[in-house]
């Protein structure tokens, strides 16, 4: 039996990076040990990989035989649910390609490193389905699909390949994306490399090339840079994808009627004749797919009860009982309708079993629509391919 000394010199900072992928999954979960001045804490990260994870406390300011004893705990069972090591698929990863990086790859992806604001990306203006259909007839315009992911740019600079997160922040990237970056990198012998996109479940989309090696596109138009890009990544890559984008209106058009058909996000409108410019210029536009669904005011998660939002939380009738789909904020422009109420709200699409994704509330409140009428049914779903990329 360990005395309380021994017990203190083992006592260190532990973490564990594990990731779990079948037919129907692909999430991550990383767990960490640390300590405070006030004792010892035990924290996990989890959810679909590629999206914004949830963060916990297992349990914080307690001495460090009670925090390694539901550390190890909670790691064993993960690992019993079949959960990896990242190291260890990264390395079986890194096999395939037959390649090492050039120096310690990191284990988790999009994390602030710092909160100043180095980069300054470029940001959609929105716009409704009149504008669009203008820029559709416009030859100078052209369409992409608007990703469904976390926005990340790549950049190489100083020898150090990390990515900027939508605030400009330094982020880390995602192990799997780092390695084979990294080979890129020493294909072409760079030492410099600037790549705008968006991290999902399936990779990184790359949508604008703004340096590469001693060049700087940011002063050329923008069809520029993406046939750049394009040509570039014209291998297929099992993690780095470029966005397509269309330039005739046929294309536009066949472009915007099958996202829609197949229920995607919506569209971004590129203008080819403009260089690069960070912030919310206004040259760059977006057009999304909302659809308006009636749902039941309930009570908030006990999770959400107390987070001092001006919010509501919504539900909708699942196999003859209310089940919860999403909490969202209520405008100081309206009342906050009483829990039982059926109200209106736009969002882009649910997931099947699950929430809806970005719920906005305009301040309708349905006298004529019964709560038993808010069935899961009348809910659009995200289209099939995707739900299994990002389950």
Excluded at 110 to 139: C, G, M
Excluded at 322 to 346: G, H, I, L, M
Aim: with cysteine; proline share 4%; hydrophobic share 35%.
């Amino acid at each position: 039996m360990k005395t309380q000394d021994a017990v203190a010199v083992d006592a260190q900072p532990e973490s564990a990076s594990l990731w779990f992928k079948d037919i129907r999954s692909d999430k991550t979960y990383i767990l960490s040990l640390s300590q405070c001045e006030t004792g010892w804490t035990v924290t996990a990260s989890y959810g679909r990989r590629g999206l914004t994870q949830v963060t916990e406390n297992k349990v914080e300011r307690v001495e460090y035989v009670v925090a390694k004893r539901l550390y190890d705990k909670v790691l064993h069972e993960k690992l019993a649910k079949g959960y990896r090591s990242v190291e260890d698929m990264a390395a079986a990863h890194e096999r395939r390609f037959e390649r090492a990086p050039v120096g310690p790859a990191p284990t988790r992806a999009r994390q602030p490193i710092s909160r100043d604001v180095i980069f300054s990306p470029e940001l959609l203006t929105r716009i409704d389905a009149k504008e669009a259909a203008l820029y559709a007839r416009n030859p100078r315009y052209g369409f992409q699909q608007k990703r469904d992911g976390v926005r990340l740019a790549v950049c190489l600079q100083d020898g150090d390949l990390f990515g900027y997160n939508k605030l400009g922040q330094r982020v880390l990237l995602d192990v799997h994306l780092f390695k084979v970056l990294t080979a890129f990198v020493k294909e072409n012998n760079l030492n410099a490399l600037l790549i705008d996109g968006e991290w999902e479940a399936s990779g990184l989309w790359a949508w604008d090339l703004l340096q590469f090696g001693g060049v700087d596109f940011r002063e050329r138009p923008y069809r520029e840079r993406q046939a750049m890009l394009a040509k570039l990544f014209s291998n297929p890559n099992e993690l780095v994808h470029v966005v397509p984008i269309v330039w005739t209106t046929e294309g536009k058009l066949a472009l915007w009627n099958n996202l829609q058909e197949n229920r995607a996000e919506g569209f971004a409108v590129k203008d080819g004749d403009v260089p690069w410019c960070g912030g919310r210029a206004g040259q760059h536009k977006k057009m999304k797919f909302e659809t308006t669904s009636s749902f039941i005011v309930g009570p908030k998660p006990a999770k959400r009860a107390d987070d001092g939002h001006r919010s509501i939380a919504l539900y909708v009738i699942d196999k003859g009982k209310q089940r919860f789909v999403a909490t969202c904020k209520v405008a100081d422009r309206y009342n906050v309708p009483p829990e039982n109420a059926v109200v209106d709200c736009r969002y882009l699409y649910a997931h099947e079993g699950g929430g809806i994704v970005q719920p906005c509330y305009f301040g309708v409140v349905r006298n004529d629509v019964r709560p038993s009428e808010c069935v899961a049914e009348q809910l659009k779903y995200k289209q099939d391919q995707d739900e299994e990329e990002a389950a």
